[in-house]
C-alpha cells in the first residue's frame, strides 16, 4: 500500500512542476503588467517602468524562463512567491486569504460528500419509488443550475428574509461579524452561521454530482452475488446493505472526490465574490484584472496544491477501502 | 416413508408477467443428494433462491416450502434471516463475485457464524479456521486473513462451502458450485462438498446443469425444464430408463469420455428463455420427436405412469409418452433423428500437408514491482515449451487446465509475427520470416471462433457486418462482401433473412454459428476454435458439435480445437496434445491418449471428469490430484509436475532426483507411434509395453 | 464471387443494407428524435431571422421605456437600460445555440480520439496522453481561461469557444480511456484484431459505437454546461462583453429582478430550456439508433424469438 501511494505521490510532484511551470509560463505572457504600470498617471518613463518591472520580476524582456527560475528559486529556497504589483509581498496576502478559502472548501468538499453518498444511496435502495424520483428531479436541476446563480438566488433570498423580519436572519456577506464581543463559543456559532450560505451554495452541487454517481454503483451492487451471499448467511437485508452494499459501492466515490474538487474550486471562486468572502477566488479575479502575475501564479499554485492534494487523497481512500489496488 | 425435512408444494415465482417457475414439487430427506438438473432458464436455479426467499426484489413467489413441517413462504424476513446459513445454509455458483471483495476470507466466515451464535471475536475465528482445515485449504490460520481475489477459484469454492457448514446446517444447497472449476479442482471440489455433508449430516441439494456431476453425486433426480419438473427418479432408473423424452435428449446430446453412447443427436431448437411465455400443452412439444396432437392442448401432470421401479422410490414423469418410453427403453438415436456427418477426408496422415507446426514455442510476461521506478522483478513463464502439429483435414485437441498456456498459445500463433522463443510454421511459411503484407495476406487463412458468442460479437453490429467484417480486411469490395453473407449464413444453418438483426435478438447456439460464419467467410486452412462450446447449453452444444464436424469434411478445413472438456475432445479431435504449465506433456492419437494415457497428469485429469452414467461413475477409479497447479513465475527446476505428481510420490529417492533435477523430453511410445509423453516414469513407472487394459499403479491421493 | 452465388443474390435474396442505414431508419423512425430536430430548426430560424423582425437594436436603449413589461411595440419588453429584450434574447441565443453545440462537438470529439487512442493503444501512447489529461486536469479551467481570454478579446467569441472545449474534455477523455480498455479485452476487438483490421479502424467500428451512448449523453450534458460556463465566465467579465449578450449573461442579469420583472429573466430562461430540451431529445434518439437493445428494437427482437425456433 505505501508502495502504492509513493508512486502515485511521484507521479504528482511531477505533474506539479510541469503545471506550474506552465501556469508561470502562460501566465506571464498572458498579462500585461507593462501596460499596468504605463496606464498610471503621471505616466511614468519607460526606464522607471522597466526598473519597477525588473525590482517585481515582471519584465517581459528578460526570458520567461530566466524569470521562472528567479521564481522557483524564491519558492523553494526562501518559501517567498513573490510580491504582488503594488509591491507588496503575495505571501502575506496568501497567508491571510488561505484559510478563508479552505474553511469555505472543506467544508463544503465533506458535506456534499456526505450528504451526496446518502443520498444516493438511499435513492438507490428506494429506486423508482417516488422518494427516489424526487431526489432524481431535485439533483437534476441543481446540477443544471451553475454556481454563481445558485449563490444568487440563496443571497437574494437572504436578503429578501431581511427585509421581511427587519434586521439579518441569516447573514450573507462576510465570514464573521466584524467586532464581535463574546466567548469562544459566540465566535464559533457566529463562523457557522456565516458559512452556512456560502457553503450551502458549494455543497448542493455536490450534493447533485455525489448522489447521482453514488445511486448508480449502489444500483450495481445491490444485484452482486455478495449482498446475496451476506442474506443467505443470515444477515438481515438492511444489514447485508449496509455492512456489505454500501461498503463496496463507495469506492468509486474515492475517484469522484477529486474530480468533484476540481469544479469545487470554480465554484469557490463565485461564492467567494458573491457572499463578499476575501479568499483565493476574489484574490484571483482581482490579481488577473490587476495584471499581476505573481498574485495570479500564486492561486494557481495553490489550486494545483489543493487539487493535487485532493487526488492523493482520493488515491489512500482508495486503497485504504479496496485490498485489490494495494497489491497492484 | 418418515416426513421430509424440506418438502416444496407447487412453488410458483413469476417477474412481473413472466412465470420462471411454474408449480414445482420437491421433497428431500435428511442425509440425501437430490440433483436438481436443468438448462439455462429453466428454473432450476430460482426454485434454490426460491426456497431460502432470496428472490430479487422483482420475483412474486406463491405456493408453500416448508422445512420440519414450518411453512417458509411468508415468513417474516427477521424469522427467514434466522433459518438461513443456520438450518439451510447456499453455496453459490460463481465464489469470486459471491464473496464481498473488500473483506478478509476468514472475517467473512466468522461473521456467518457469529450471526447464528453468540461466540467472541476470537471463538469465531478459531472456528473459522476449523472450517477452514476441514475443507482442505493449507494453512488455514494465514489463510484466514487473505482477500477473496488472492484466491484460486477452487480455493475460493471451499472456503464458500466452509462458510456454508458454519452452523452445520440441515439443508445445503449447492447451486452450480463446480461450473466455474477445472475438472481436477470440481473432483476436489465435489470431494469436499461430500466431506462437508458427513460431516454435518446435512441433506444436499445438487443444482447444476453436468449430468456427469449429477450421475456421480446424487441418489435421486429432477429434471427442470421450461420452470417445472418433468422427471424425477432415483439416480440409476433416471439414466437407464428415461421417461421423459427430454431427459432422453439431454442424455444422448452430452458428448461421453469413454467413448460409448454412439452418435450426438443434438435435440432441435432451443431451450426456452426464462418466463418467456408460451401457449397451452407441452412447453417441449415444439422440439419432441415424439410429439402427438393431444400433446398440444394440456399440459401433462407429473405422474408416476402406473409403474415403479426396481430399487424403491418413484418414478415420475411429466409426459404423455411416458409409457411408450418405459416400455420400450429406446436409445436417444433411436428416438432423436441423427444427423448425417460425412466422412472426412481418408487420406493418411502422412501423405497430407502439414498446416500448422510448432515447435519449443515460448512466451514469458516479465513482472515489475517498485515503487517511484519500476523494476523487473522476474518473468511469467505462460508458455514454456509448446509442440504442435496439425496437418490439413485434421483436428488437433489442445487439453489443459486453467492457467496452463492455452490461450497464450493461441494467441502467440494467431499474432503472426516472430515468437519469442521457438518456430511457429503456418502453411509452410515461418512467422518470423513473414513481412506485413505477407502476414495480412495469411490472416486470411488462419480464422478464430471464441468461446463466448456473445462477448465474441460486437453488440451495435448487424450479424451481416459482422460476417462481412474480415473480407472487407483482405479489402474485399463491400459490395461483394455484402452478397456473400446469405450464402455464409445458410452454410451454418442460419436463415439469410436474419441478417439486418443484431446479435442480441439470436439465442446462445446461434450466436456461435455467426460466429463460425465470420471465420468461414474469408475462405481459411485452419480454424482456431478457443472453447467453442463450453457456454453452450449442453442439447444446443451438440448441434454445433455436428456442425463443425460437417463443415471440417465438406470443406477439408484442420481444426485446432482447444477445450477443457475432456469429452468434447474425444468426440471432435484426431489427435491430442495435453498442456500443464506452459508445456505440452502429451500428444498422441485420440484413441491412444485416452485409452492408454502416459503420462500421469493425463491420466489425472481423464480420472476427474465425471461420466453421465450412475454405473460407470461409481465403478470409476478416483484420482485425485492435490492442490492446485503451482505458479507459472518462476521456472521450475526438473519436471513441473512432481510437486503434484502421484507417481512421483511413490518413487524412491534417487529416481526422485532425476525429476528434480531433469526437464523429461518428450518420447514416443515406440518409434513411430504417434503417441509421446514428457515423463521419465511415463506408464506409472513401468515400461511400456504390454500394459493394456491394467490400471496405472497410483498411491491413493493426498486429499485436499 | 462465383456465378452461382450471383445468381442466388439475384433470385430475391437481397442483400443486406447495414449498420449505418439500419441506424439512421430507426433515428427517422423515433418520435422524440425527430421533435427534437424541429425545435433546434426553429430555434436557430428564431435566433437568426429574429433580428430582422424587430426595429430594434441589442444594444441602442429606448430612453422612453425603461423596465417596461412586453408590449406591442417591445415584444419581451425592455430592461433598465431600456434596450429591447426581445432584440437582446435573440442576440444572446445566437450566442450560445452556437456556442452549446460547437463546445459541445469539439470537446466529445476530442474527449473520444484522446481518450480512445490512450485506452486502445496502451505503453507509451497511453502515457504521452494521460499524463497530458492529468495536467490540463490540475487547473480548474476557469482559471487559465481567465488568464488566457483577456488576450483573445480581439479574435472574437469563436476563440472564446476553443478555449471552452479545450478545457472541457479531459474528465470524459478518462472516462473513454477506462471504457476503452475494457472494451480492448473483450473478444469481438480481438476478433477484429485477429482479422486483420487496422487499428483505427477497429477504434472507429468498433470500439467509438460500444461507448456512444456515453459520449451522447456526455455531449448533450456539454451543451447546457458550455452555456452556462460561458454565462460564469462572462459573469466576472471574461466571455462574452457588454454590450454584447448571450443567454448566460441574460439570466445572470436578470435573476436578482426575477420576482419583480420576470421578462428580464423568464424569456431567456425557457429558450435555454427549450433548447438544452430539444439537444436531450435529439441524444436520446440517436442512442436508441445506435443501440441496438434499447426499447425501439424490441419488436423485431420478438419476432425473432418466434422464427428462433426453426433453426440453431
Known amino acids: ?328 | 416413508m418418515t416426513s421430509p425435512l424440506l418438502a416444496v408444494r407447487n412453488l410458483t415465482v413469476d417477474f412481473g408477467d413472466h412465470p420462471a417457475v411454474r408449480g414445482v414439487d420437491l421433497e428431500v430427506h435428511r442425509g440425501e443428494t437430490l440433483g436438481l438438473v436443468g438448462e439455462s432458464g429453466s428454473g432450476k436455479s430460482v426454485t434454490a433462491l426460491a426456497v431460502l426467499g432470496l428472490l430479487p426484489a422483482a420475483g412474486r413467489i406463491g405456493g408453500s416450502v416448508q422445512l420440519d413441517g414450518r411453512e417458509l413462504v411468508g415468513l417474516p424476513a427477521k424469522q427467514l434471516a434466522g433459518i438461513r446459513g443456520r438450518r439451510i445454509a447456499m453455496v453459490f455458483q460463481d465464489p469470486l463475485s459471491a464473496f464481498t471483495p473488500v473483506y478478509r476470507i476468514g472475517d467473512q466466515i466468522a461473521e456467518a457464524v457469529r450471526v447464528h451464535q453468540p461466540v467472541s471475536r476470537d471463538a469465531a475465528r478459531r472456528r473459522a479456521a476449523d472450517l477452514l482445515d476441514l475443507v482442505g485449504i493449507p494453512d488455514p490460520k494465514r489463510a484466514l486473513d487473505a482477500y477473496p481475489h488472492e484466491f484460486s477459484g477452487g480455493m475460493r469454492q471451499r472456503a464458500m462451502i466452509a462458510m456454508a457448514v458454519a452452523n452445520d446446517p440441515d439443508i445445503l444447497l449447492a447451486d452450480e458450485p463446480t461450473t466455474a472449476l477445472d475438472v481436477t479442482i470440481q473432483a476436489q471440489v465435489l470431494d469436499v462438498l461430500r466431506t462437508a455433508q458427513r460431516e454435518t449430516g446435512a441433506a444436499l441439494v445438487l443444482v447444476s446443469h453436468d449430468l456427469g456431476v449429477i450421475a456421480g453425486s446424487a441418489d435421486r433426480v429432477a429434471v427442470m425444464y421450461a420452470g417445472r419438473i418433468v422427471e424425477t427418479a432415483p439416480v440409476d432408473e433416471l439414466f437407464t430408463a428415461p421417461r421423459h423424452p427430454y431427459t432422453l435428449g439431454l442424455i444422448g446430446a452430452v458428448p461421453r469420455l469413454d467413448g460409448r453412447g454412439g452418435p450426438l443427436v443434438p435435440i432441435p431448437g432451443r431451450p426456452p428463455a426464462a418466463g418467456e411465455l408460451r401457449g397451452p400443452g407441452c412447453p417441449f412439444a415444439d422440439r419432441c420427436p415424439l410429439v402427438e396432437d393431444r400433446c398440444r392442448t394440456a399440459e401433462p401432470p407429473l405422474t408416476g405412469g402406473g409403474t415403479h421401479p426396481a430399487g424403491g422410490g418413484t418414478h415420475l414423469a411429466a409426459c404423455l409418452r411416458a409409457d411408450h418410453l418405459a416400455a420400450t427403453r429406446p436409445a436417444p438415436a433411436e428416438v432423436y433423428p441423427v444427423p448425417e456427418v460425412p466422412a472426412a477426408d481418408a487420406a493418411p496422415r502422412e501423405e497430407r500437408e502439414p498446416v500448422l507446426a510448432v515447435s519449443g514455442l515460448t512466451r514469458s510476461f516479465p513482472r515489475y514491482r517498485g515503487t517511484l521506478l519500476r523494476r523487473r522483478i522476474g518473468e511469467t513463464f505462460a508458455v514454456d515449451g509448446v509442440d504442435l502439429d496439425i496437418r490439413r483435414g485434421e483436428t488437433l485437441g489442445l487439453v489443459g487446465e486453467s492457467g496452463s498456456g492455452k490461450s497464450t498459445t493461441l494467441y502467440e500463433i494467431l499474432k503472426l509475427a516472430a515468437p519469442q522463443g521457438g518456430r511457429i510454421e503456418l502453411l509452410g511459411q515461418d512467422t518470423a520470416a513473414l513481412d506485413r503484407a505477407a502476414a495480412h495476406r495469411l490472416r486470411a487463412r488462419v480464422q478464430i471462433v471464441f468461446q463466448d458468442p456473445a462477448a465474441s460479437l460486437d453488440p451495435r453490429m448487424p450479424v451481416g457486418d459482422v460476417i462481412a467484417e474480415p473480407l472487407l480486411a483482405q479489402r474485399v469490395p463491400a459490395a461483394d462482401a455484402r452478397r456473400r453473407i446469405p450464402e455464409l449464413l445458410r452454410q451454418v444453418g442460419l436463415d439469410p433473412a436474419h441478417a439486418d438483426r443484431y446479435p442480441h435478438e439470436f439465442s446462445g447456439g446461434q450466436r456461435q454459428r455467426i460466429s463460425i460464419a465470420r471465420a468461414l467467410a474469408v475462405r481459411p486452412d485452419l480454424l482456431v476454435l478457443d472453447e467453442p462450446v463450453s457456454a453452450l447449453d449442453v442439447s444446443v452444444q451438440a448441434g454445433v458439435l455436428n456442425l463443425l464436424q460437417q463443415l471440417k469434411a465438406e470443406l477439408g478445413l484442420a481444426y485446432l480445437f482447444v477445450s477443457h472438456d475432456l469429452s468434447v475432445v474425444r468426440h471432435l479431435a484426431d489427435r491430442v496434445a495435453v498442456m500443464y504449465l506452459g508445456r505440452t506433456v502429451e500428444t498422441g492419437t485420440v484413441e491412444r491418449v485416452f485409452a492408454e494415457p502416459r503420462h500421469p497428469y493425463t491420466r489425472a485429469l481423464l480420472a476427474a471428469v465425471p461420466l453421465p452414467d450412475p454405473a460407470a461413475e461409481r465403478a470409476r477409479p478416483r484420482l485425485l490430484l492435490a492442490g492446485d497447479p503451482p505458479s507459472p513465475a518462476e521456472r521450475h527446476l526438473g519436471c513441473p509436475f512432481r510437486s503434484r505428481c502421484p507417481v512421483h510420490a511413490a518413487l524412491a529417492p534417487e529416481q526422485r532426483t532425476r525429476c528434480a533435477t531433469e526437464l523429461p523430453p518428450a518420447t514416443p511410445a515406440a518409434p513411430g507411434v504417434d503417441h509421446t509423453a514428457a515423463c521419465h516414469f511415463p506408464d506409472g513407472g513401468r515400461p511400456p509395453l504390454g500394459h493394456a487394459g491394467t490400471d496405472p499403479a497410483c498411491p491413493p491421493p493426498r486429499r485436499g | 464471387m462465383s456465378a452461382e452465388t450471383m445468381e442466388q443474390t439475384v433470385a430475391g435474396e437481397r442483400a443486406p443494407v447495414g449498420r449505418v442505414r439500419l441506424a439512421a431508419g430507426r433515428l427517422a423512425g423515433s418520435r422524440g428524435a425527430l421533435t427534437g430536430v424541429v425545435v433546434l430548426a426553429l430555434l436557430f430560424l428564431l435566433a437568426f431571422v429574429g433580428p430582422y423582425l424587430t426595429p430594434w437594436d441589442y444594444a441602442t436603449p429606448d430612453y422612453t421605456a425603461l423596465r417596461q413589461p412586453p408590449s406591442g411595440q417591445h415584444w419581451f419588453g425592455t430592461n433598465g437600460l431600456g434596450q429591447d429584450v426581445f432584440a437582446q434574447t435573440v442576440r444572446g441565443l445566437q450566442k450560445s445555440l452556437v456556442i452549446g453545440l460547437l463546445v459541445a462537438v469539439l470537446s466529445t470529439g476530442l474527449a473520444s480520439l484522446v481518450g480512445a487512442c490512450a485506452g486502445y493503444f496502451g505503453g507509451w501512447t497511453d502515457r504521452v496522453l494521460t499524463f497530458l489529461v492529468d495536467l490540463m486536469l490540475i487547473f480548474p479551467a476557469f482559471l487559465v481561461i481567465a488568464v488566457i481570454s483577456p488576450r483573445l478579446r480581439g479574435s472574437g467569441w469563436i476563440a472564446f469557444v476553443v478555449l471552452l472545449a479545450v478545457f472541457n474534455w479531459m474528465i470524459t477523455a478518462r472516462v473513454i480511456r477506462s471504457m476503452t480498455r475494457s472494451l480492448r479485452e473483450r473478444e469481438f476487438v480481438a476478433a477484429a484484431r485477429f482479422m486483420g483490421v487496422a487499428p483505427f479502424r477497429i477504434i472507429w467500428r468498433h470500439i467509438l459505437p460500444n461507448v456512444s451512448s456515453f459520449l451522447i449523453i456526455d455531449a448533450t450534458i456539454t451543451v447546457g454546461g458550455a452555456v452556462m460556463s460561458e454565462a460564469a465566465l462572462s459573469y466576472f467579465g471574461f466571455g462574452v462583453r457588454p454590450p454584447d449578450v448571450s443567454l448566460g449573461t441574460l439570466l445572470a442579469a436578470g435573476a436578482g429582478d426575477a420576482p419583480v420583472f420576470p421578462w428580464l429573466f423568464y424569456f431567456a430562461a425557457g429558450l435555454l430550456v427549450l433548447f438544452v430540451l430539444a439537444v436531450n431529445l435529439v441524444g436520446d434518439g440517436l442512442r436508441d439508433a445506435l443501440d441496438p437493445t434499447a426499447a425501439p428494437g424490441r419488436r423485431a427482437r420478438k419476432t425473432a424469438n418466434s422464427s428462433r425456433r426453426s433453426t440453431s
Not at chain 1, 110 to 121: D, P, T
Not at chain 1, 228 to 237: D, F, I, N, S, V
Open chain 1, 1 to 328: 500500500m505505501t508502495g502504492y501511494l509513493a508512486r502515485r505521490l511521484g507521479y504528482y510532484v511531477v505533474l506539479l512542476t510541469a503545471a506550474v511551470f506552465l501556469a508561470y509560463a502562460l501566465t506571464s505572457t498572458a498579462l500585461g503588467p507593462r501596460a499596468y504600470f504605463e496606464a498610471k498617471q503621471p505616466r511614468p518613463s519607460a526606464a522607471a517602468v522597466d526598473r519597477q518591472l525588473t525590482a517585481l520580476n515582471l519584465n517581459d524582456r528578460t526570458p520567461v524562463v530566466e524569470r521562472f527560475g528567479t521564481w522557483a528559486n524564491g519558492v523553494l529556497l526562501h518559501a517567498d512567491l513573490g510580491r504582488t504589483i503594488h509591491g507588496t509581498a503575495v505571501n502575506d496576502e496568501f497567508g491571510r486569504r488561505i484559510w478563508v478559502s479552505m474553511r469555505l472548501l472543506l467544508v463544503g468538499s465533506v458535506l456534499g460528500m456526505l450528504l451526496g453518498v446518502a443520498a444516493g444511496a438511499w435513492s438507490a435502495v428506494r429506486q423508482y419509488r417516488l422518494s427516489d424520483r424526487a431526489l432524481t428531479v431535485i439533483s437534476f436541476v441543481l446540477l443544471s443550475t451553475p454556481v454563481f446563480l445558485l449563490a444568487l438566488l440563496l443571497k437574494n433570498g437572504a436578503i429578501a428574509a431581511k427585509n421581511a423580519a427587519g434586521h439579518d436572519v441569516i447573514p450573507f456577506t462576510g465570514y464573521e461579524t466584524p467586532n464581535l464581543s463574546g466567548g469562544l463559543g459566540t465566535h464559533l456559532a457566529d463562523w457557522g452561521l456565516h458559512l452556512l450560505l456560502p457553503t450551502l451554495s458549494l455543497a448542493l452541487g455536490g450534493l447533485a454530482t455525489y448522489s447521482r454517481y453514488q445511486r448508480s454503483t449502489m444500483l450495481d451492487v445491490l444485484g452482486a452475488d455478495y449482498l446475496r451471499t451476506a442474506q443467505a448467511k443470515g444477515l438481515t437485508r438492511g444489514r447485508a446493505l449496509i455492512k456489505h452494499g454500501l461498503r463496496t459501492a463507495i469506492i468509486p466515490m474515492t475517484t469522484m472526490f477529486a474530480y468533484a474538487f476540481l469544479g469545487l474550486f470554480t465554484g469557490a471562486a463565485f461564492t467567494e465574490t458573491i457572499f463578499g468572502w476575501h479568499g483565493m477566488g476574489e484574490w484571483f479575479i482581482q490579481a488577473v484584472n490587476e495584471q499581476d502575475v505573481n498574485s495570479v501564479v500564486a492561486v494557481n499554485l495553490f489550486a494545483a496544491v489543493v487539487v493535487l492534494a485532493a487526488g492523493f487523497l482520493a488515491d489512500a481512500l482508495h486503497a485504504a477501502l479496496d485490498p485489490r489496488v494495494r497489491t497492484a
